[in-house]
C-alpha cells in the first residue's frame, strides 16, 4: 500500500509534466491540423536560451524567464511566418513534413551556438522533498504539475472565451468557412504556433530544472505523441487527463508487473494502454468524434 | 512563376553542391595539394559529435582533434610525420556510422577510432569483414567479444561493474555471506554493458542481484523504480548509465532516504563533472564511482599540455573527463602509429588498404605493450591474444563535498569471459 | 495522357504498358546499364551509400503503399524492417537457410507482424492510428532488446553474407547488384500493384473509406492487406539490411529513423511510383554530404568556433528540407511529372 501511495504520486507528478508538453502539441493540431514534429527541438533550443540568459548572460532570474518567453514568442512567430505559411493550403503531410526538416535545423543551431553538450540550469525551485503519508516527493515536481495545470486552465479560458480563441477553434474546423467570414488565418495560425512555443519553452525549463539540459529532451518531445494521442489530439483535457494517466500507468504498472515480466516494462505499459484505448474509443478519451458523410 | 524559377534556382544550386562535396569527398583519397614522393598517414575519426549523445560525442572529439592538433604542430607529428586526421560526424546514427567506415577506408586511413559504443556496434561488422582495425573509446563488451579487429582503449561498462564489485567486496563489505545488488541501468548497449557482465560474472564474483531495473536517458523520476530497489533491500546499487539521468537516480534515491545507507556507485559513462553539476553538492560520501582515467588537474606529466590546449581551444570543457579520454585516445593512436612505423615501412601503411591495415594492426596495435598514456589513464596494452581492451585499470572514485576524490590506484577490472 | 504526340495504343497491351515508346525503353535500357556498371568505377563508399539508398527504397515503396496508396499513416516503419532482419538474423544465421527463401520470410513475418498491429485501423484512423504503429515500433524494439534468448539483446546478432548458390555476396559490389536487382524487382511490383484492383481499391479507401465501402470495397480488408504489404517490404528491407551490414542489434532501427522514413516519403511524393525512389536518393545523398560537408568547412575555414562546423550538417540538412518543402509542398516527384511533361510537350508547351 505504501508503494502504491508512492506510485500514484510520483505518476502524477510525472504525468502533469507529460501533459505540458503534449498541450504545446495540442495547440497546433487544434488550430491548423498540423503534428508538430520538432516539438522535442523546441523544448531543447528554449531550455538552451533559458541557459544562456540565466547562465552565460547572468540575468536574475526574473528578467530571464521573460526573455525566454519573448524568444518563445518571437521562435514562434518566425517559423510560422517562414516555414508554414506559404504552405497553407497545402496537402497537411507536406506541414508536417516540414516541422521535421525544422527540427533538424533547430537541432543544428544548438549545437552551434551552444557547443556545451550538457548543463544544468540553476535551481529555480526549493529542492526539499515533501512527504505526503509514507510516500515522498521533490517539491520540483509538484511546482512544475502546478504550473503546466495553470497555464492549462489559462489556456483553456482563452480557448472558450476570448475572440481570438473561439475564432482559432474555428479555424481548426474549417479554414475556408473562416476565412468566409473575414477572419485573419494567418494571424490566428502565427497565434497559434506561438502558444505552442511558450508552452513548449514552459515545458522545457521545468524538465531541465528537474534532469539537467541534454539532447535527451528530443525524445521528451515524442513522449508526448503518446499523451497527445491518448487524449485525443485536439483536446486540451485530454491531454490534461491522458498525461497524469500514463504517468499513473507507467509508474503504478511497473511496480507490479517488473518483477513478473521483467524490466524496462515501464516504457512498453502506455502503447498497450494507448492499443486498447483505441479499440474501444477510436478518438481517444477526449477527441471529437468527426461525424461522415460522403 | 517566380516561385518557378527559385525552385529551379535552389535545385540547381543543391545539386551543384552535391557535385562538389562529392567531387571533395573523391578527392580527398588521392592527397590533394601535395607531392606524391611525401607519403602522409592518415588516421580516420568517426564522431558522434551530433544526435543524442553529443552530450559526449562533442567533448570526446573536440579531445580528440585537439590532441592531433598538439601532436602535429608541436611534436611535429609522429616521428616526424605529420598525420592527416579525417573525421566525419556520424549523427548517432546507425546507417552513417556504417557508411563512415567505408568512406574511411577510401580515404586511405590506417586505422579509426569511434568515440560510442552504439556508432561502434554500427561499424562492427564493416570494419571486422575487411579487417580495417579500430579503437573504440567507450565500449560495451558486445564489440569486443569475440575478438576480432575492434579494439577499445578503455575498460568497458561491463569492467566498471566487475571492478566495483572487487573492491566493495574487499573494502566495504563486512557482512557474511553475499552482498545483495540492484541494477539501474540505461536501456541501451551502455547500460546492458553492465547487465551482460553481471549475468556472467555475478556468481563468480560473489555478489547476488536481486533487481534489475531500466530507465531510459529522458526520465523525469525513477521514483518507482527505487521504491521497487528499496524493497529488495540492497547493499549497492550499481547504476550504469549517462550522467543526466545518473543525477535524476541520486536525487530519488536521496529523496526516499535510500541514500545515506546504501552504497551506491555509477559506471564511467556517467560519472563525469556534469554529474556533480546537475545533482549538486548533496551528494554524500556514499556515492561512488568508476572511473578509468585520472582526474582533471593531477600530477601526470600529460595533463599540463591538454590543459592548456583544453583552454586555449575549447574551455567549455574544461575538467570534463570526458575531454580527456579523447585526448588519450589520440595519444595511444600515436604510439600505435610510432610501432607501426618501427615495425613496418611508412610505404606499407600508407598503402591504403587491407594490406596496410594488416600492418597496422600486427605491427602496430599488438605491439603496443604497456604504453602510459603520459599517466592519464591505465598502462595501455594490445598484446594479449583475445582481450582486447588497451587499458584494464580503472580507479574508484568517491564523490567527497562536490569532488571526485580517487580512492584507489590503478584496479584491475577482471577479464570477463563472454559465453 | 502521358504520351508524346501522334503515338497510339492498337491494343490493349500497349494500352496498359508501363514503357511505352521506342525512346523511353532505350532510355530506361540506358539508365539500367548506367546503374549497373556503378561498380565499375564507383569506390566503396559510394557503392555502399548507393546499397543503403536502394535497401532505403524498398523499405519506402513499402510505406508508400501503406501511407501513400491507402492513406494508413505509420510512424513505426523501422520496427517493422526490425522484423525482417531479425528473422533473416535468425533464419539464415541460426537454421542456415538459403538466403532467397529467409528473404522471402522474413518479409512474411514482418507482413504477419504488420497485420497485428493493423488490426485497430478497423475503427481508427490517421493520426489516431499512427498511435498504434508508434506502438508497434517500441514494443517490438523492446522485445528485440528484451528476449535475449533469440536476440540476445544489445550484443545483437551476427548476419553471414547472403549467398545464392555459388554466389557470395560479401562485398560492397556484389551487394549492390543483389540490391537493386531486389530494389528494382520491387519498383516493378509496387508500380504494378498500384494499377490493379487493388492498388485501385486502396486508393479509394485512402479518397473516402465510407464512399469506397459503398462501392462494394471491403475496406477493412484492403487497410489489412496494405499493411502486410507495406510491412512485407519493409521486411526485406530489413533482412537486406541485415545482410548488409553484417550485425543488427535493436539500436540500429529507432523512432526517429520511423519519422525519417516517413519525411522521405513525403519529399518525393506520396502515392507516386517514382516518389519513393527520388526521395530516398534525394535524403540519402543529402545525409552523406552535409556529413562530408563538416570537416571540409572545417578544414577550409580554420579559426572558427568550435561546434559550427558540426552544427552546420543538421542545418543545413533541415534547411534544405524546409526549402524543398516550401517550393515544392506536392513531393519531388510532381516537379519531375511536370518535368516529364514539359520535356514531352517541348517546344510547343500548349
Same mark, same amino acid.
Given at each position: ?29 487544434? +488550430? ?263 | ?419 | ?254 523512432? +526517429? ?94
Amino acid at each position: 500500500m505504501e508503494q502504491l501511495l508512492q506510485y500514484t504520486i510520483t505518476g502524477l507528478a510525472v504525468g502533469m509534466i507529460y501533459a505540458l508538453i503534449a498541450l504545446g502539441f495540442a495547440l497546433i493540431w487544434k +488550430s491548423s491540423r498540423v503534428a508538430n514534429l520538432a516539438l522535442g527541438q523546441l523544448v531543447l533550443i528554449s531550455s538552451w536560451f533559458t541557459y544562456g540568459i540565466l547562465v552565460q548572460a547572468h540575468f536574475p532570474v526574473w528578467a530571464g524567464m521573460i526573455m525566454t518567453i519573448l524568444f518563445a514568442i518571437f521562435l514562434g512567430w518566425a517559423i510560422e511566418r517562414f516555414t508554414l505559411r506559404p504552405l497553407i493550403g497545402q496537402p497537411t503531410l507536406s506541414l508536417i513534413a516540414v516541422t521535421l526538416g525544422l527540427g533538424y535545423f533547430l537541432e543544428g543551431i544548438v549545437i552551434v551556438v551552444w557547443p556545451i553538450s550538457v548543463a544544468k540550469l540553476p535551481v529555480l525551485f526549493p529542492q526539499d522533498p515533501i512527504n505526503i503519508g509514507s510516500a515522498v516527493i521533490s517539491q520540483e515536481y509538484v511546482w512544475a504539475a502546478g504550473i503546466s495545470l495553470a497555464l492549462f486552465i489559462l489556456l483553456s479560458l482563452f480557448f472558450k472565451f476570448h475572440k481570438m480563441g473561439i475564432a482559432m477553434r474555428a479555424a481548426a474546423d474549417d479554414q475556408l468557412a473562416i476565412q468566409a467570414c473575414a477572419v485573419p488565418i494567418n494571424r490566428i495560425f502565427s497565434l497559434s504556433w506561438i502558444f505552442a512555443c511558450i508552452v513548449a519553452a514552459t515545458g522545457g525549463v521545468l524538465i531541465s530544472s528537474i534532469g539537467g539540459i541534454t539532447s535527451a529532451l528530443i525524445e521528451t518531445g515524442f513522449k508526448s505523441f503518446s499523451v497527445v494521442i491518448l487524449g485525443g489530439m485536439d483536446s486540451f483535457i485530454g491531454c490534461m487527463v491522458a498525461g497524469p494517466l500514463i504517468g499513473l500507468c507507467e509508474n503504478i504498472g511497473a511496480g507490479y508487473l517488473t518483477s513478473i515480466i521483467g524490466p524496462g516494462i515501464k516504457d512498453l505499459i502506455p502503447f498497450v494502454i494507448i492499443i486498447l484505448v483505441m479499440l474501444f474509443k477510436p478518438y481517444g478519451l477526449f477527441g471529437e468524434e468527426r461525424i461522415e458523410r460522403i | 512563376m517566380k516561385k518557378h524559377r527559385t525552385f529551379t534556382a535552389i535545385i540547381l544550386v543543391t545539386v551543384a553542391a552535391f557535385v562538389f562535396t562529392f567531387a571533395a569527398g573523391c578527392a580527398s583519397q588521392t592527397p590533394a595539394g601535395k607531392l606524391d614522393s611525401q607519403k602522409q598517414l592518415k588516421i580516420g575519426c568517426s564522431i558522434c559529435f551530433t544526435g543524442t549523445a553529443a552530450e559526449k560525442g562533442q567533448p570526446i572529439g573536440q579531445g580528440e582533434l585537439d590532441a592531433w592538433k598538439y601532436i602535429n604542430d608541436e611534436l611535429g607529428g609522429v616521428d616526424g610525420n605529420k598525420i592527416e586526421i579525417v573525421w566525419y560526424d556520424t549523427g548517432y546514427n546507425a546507417a552513417i556510422a556504417t557508411t563512415n567506415v567505408k568512406k574511411l577506408m577510401d580515404d586511405g586511413c590506417l586505422f579509426f577510432t569511434i568515440v560510442s559504443s552504439y556508432d561502434a556496434t554500427a561499424s562492427k561488422e564493416a570494419a571486422n569483414k575487411a579487417g580495417f582495425p579500430a579503437l573504440v573509446i567507450f565500449s560495451s563488451p558486445s564489440l569486443t567479444n569475440p575478438p576480432a579487429h575492434i579494439y577499445s582503449q578503455l575498460p568497458d561498462y561491463g569492467d566498471d561493474w566487475a571492478a566495483f564489485t572487487n573492491y566493495y567486496l574487499k573494502n566495504i563489505w563486512k557482512g557474511p555471506g553475499k552482498p545483495k545488488m540492484a541494477l539501474e541501468i540505461l536501456s541501451n548497449s551502455t547500460g546492458y554493458g553492465v547487465r551482460d557482465a553481471a549475468k556472467v560474472a555475478a556468481a563468480d564474483l560473489g555478489v547476488d542481484i536481486v533487481t534489475i531495473e531500466e530507465h531510459k536517458t529522458t526520465t523525469l523520476s525513477e521514483t518507482d523504480a527505487l521504491t521497487r530497489i528499496k524493497e529488495k533491500n540492497p547493499d549497492i546499487l550499481f547504476i550504469g548509465s549517462t550522467p543526466a539521468p545518473t543525477s535524476v537516480i541520486l536525487k530519488n534515491a536521496y529523496q526516499l532516504k535510500l541514500i545515506p545507507g546504501m552504497t551506491v556507485a555509477c559506471g564511467h559513462a556517467g560519472f563525469t563533472k556534469a554529474l556533480i553539476d546537475l545533482s549538486g553538492k548533496q551528494i554524500s560520501n556514499d556515492v561512488y564511482g568508476v572511473f578509468p582515467t585520472v582526474n582533471w588537474g593531477d600530477n601526470v606529466p600529460g595533463m599540463a599540455k591538454m590543459d592548456e590546449y583544453c583552454k586555449k581551444l575549447h574551455p567549455q570543457y574544461v575538467g570534463n573527463n570526458d575531454y580527456l579520454c579523447g585526448w588519450s585516445a589520440s595519444l595511444i593512436n600515436a604510439e600505435i602509429i610510432r610501432q607501426a612505423l618501427k615495425n613496418s615501412t611508412l610505404d606499407v601503411l600508407t598503402s591504403g588498404d587491407s594490406v596496410a591495415w594488416k600492418a597496422g594492426e600486427e605491427k602496430g596495435f599488438r605491439m603496443v605493450k604497456g604504453y602510459d598514456v603520459e599517466g592519464l589513464h591505465g598502462p595501455v596494452d594490445f598484446s594479449d591474444p583475445v582481450d582486447r581492451r588497451g587499458s584494464k585499470s580503472v580507479k574508484i572514485f568517491q564523490i567527497q563535498q562536490g569532488e571526485m576524490v580517487p580512492l584507489t590506484g590503478w584496479v584491475d577490472a577482471p577479464y570477463i569471459k563472454y559465453e | 495522357m502521358s504520351l508524346p504526340c501522334g503515338i497510339r495504343n492498337y491494343s490493349y497491351a500497349t494500352d496498359t504498358a508501363i514503357i511505352r515508346t521506342k525512346t523511353q525503353w532505350t532510355l530506361f535500357i540506358v539508365f539500367l546499364l548506367i546503374v549497373f556498371t556503378f561498380p565499375f568505377y564507383f569506390p566503396r563508399f559510394w557503392l555502399d551509400v548507393m546499397n543503403l539508398i536502394g535497401i532505403t527504397t524498398i523499405a519506402i515503396i513499402g510505406l508508400n503503399i501503406l501511407v501513400g496508396y491507402c492513406g494508413q499513416l505509420s510512424i513505426g516503419h523501422a520496427g517493422f524492417m526490425a522484423v525482417g532482419a531479425y528473422t533473416t538474423a535468425i533464419l539464415a544465421g541460426s537454421y542456415h537457410m538459403p538466403f532467397l527463401l529467409a528473404l522471402l520470410l522474413s518479409g512474411v513475418s514482418a507482413g504477419l507482424i504488420g497485420l497485428l498491429f493493423g488490426i485497430p485501423s478497423m475503427r481508427v484512423k490517421g493520426f489516431y492510428l499512427a498511435i498504434t504503429t508508434i506502438a508497434a515500433q517500441f514494443i517490438i524494439i523492446w522485445v528485440a532488446n528484451h528476449w535475449t534468448d533469440v536476440t540476445r539483446g544489445s550484443m545483437g546478432l551476427g548476419v553471414e553474407a547472403a549467398s545464392i548458390g555459388p554466389l557470395i555476396f560479401d562485398t560492397e559490389a556484389s551487394q549492390f547488384f543483389l540490391i537493386i536487382s531486389i530494389t528494382v524487382l520491387c519498383v516493378l511490383f509496387a508500380t504494378n500493384l498500384a494499377r490493379s484492383r487493388i492498388g485501385r481499391a486502396f486508393i479509394a479507401v485512402r479518397d473516402n473509406d465510407l464512399a469506397a465501402k459503398v462501392m462494394g470495397i471491403n475496406v477493412f480488408a484492403f487497410k489489412l492487406l496494405a499493411f502486410f504489404l507495406g510491412c512485407f517490404f519493409a521486411g526485406i528491407a530489413g533482412s537486406l539490411f541485415a545482410q548488409w551490414r553484417g550485425h543488427i542489434t535493436p539500436e540500429d532501427f529507432t523512432f +526517429s529513423q520511423s519519422i525519417l522514413y516517413i519525411g522521405i516519403l513525403i519529399i518525393g511524393g506520396l502515392g507516386t511510383s517514382i516518389g519513393p525512389i527520388i526521395g530516398t536518393v534525394f535524403i540519402r545523398l543529402l545525409e552523406q554530404c552535409v556529413t562530408l560537408l563538416a570537416p571540409l568547412v572545417e578544414r577550409s575555414l580554420p579559426g572558427i568556433p568550435s561546434g559550427f562546423a558540426t552544427g552546420l550538417s543538421p542545418m543545413i540538412f533541415g534547411l534544405i528540407m524546409v526549402l524543398f518543402l516550401v517550393l515544392e509542398p506536392k513531393g519531388l516527384a510532381h516537379r519531375w511529372n511536370l518535368f516529364k511533361a514539359s520535356y514531352r510537350m517541348w517546344p510547343f508547351s500548349y
